[in-house]
């Protein structure tokens, strides 16, 4: 399953990479929204291309060396430790290729741009603009938390006062 993670994980980075020179080559940085989905007056999202130079929500804006060292790092950790638990959930294995795939598909804009392209914008209220890296990354962030905290067995802390209870019970 490590190696089928991996290869979700380049299809992801090669979709938003493609979607990223689709934006970029379409659409003019810091020009009008190309409304997507409208019902009426009701606006849901749109196409907006932007670059932002920091990381969610603009934070650490300039920061470009820290902003590519510790994704790096991240990376590498968490390759090892798909590594390690490569027998294990399926689920946490996709959800760390999420998450890892929409942290490269970013890497590679700061290290290619030195900015992130982002252009999906959700109208109904006051969000940042986003790009589809930043929706693996959630929905991969979202997933492992499940796996992590519901899911995996071997990780669910053990709760001795129910196993005294238990034993009191049956006396």
Known sequence: MFVISLVIMAVLV???QLIKLAVTNNLPLNGQPVEVIKFGSFK???LTHIRNSGAAWSMMSGKTWFLIGLPVVVL???VIYMYKIRKGSKLELVSLAMVLAGGIGNLIDRIRVKEVVDYIKFEP???PIF???DIC???GGILFVICFCFLD???K???DDIKVKDENDKA
């Open 14 to 16: 090669a979709a938003d």
């Open 44 to 46: 849901v999202f749109s």
């Open 76 to 78: 590498i950790a968490a």
């Open 125 to 127: 209220i006051n969000f």
């Open 131 to 133: 790009n589809f890296a």
């Open 137 to 139: 990354i959630v929905i």
């Open 153 to 155: 067995e071997k990780k």
């Open 157 to 159: 802390p053990i709760r």
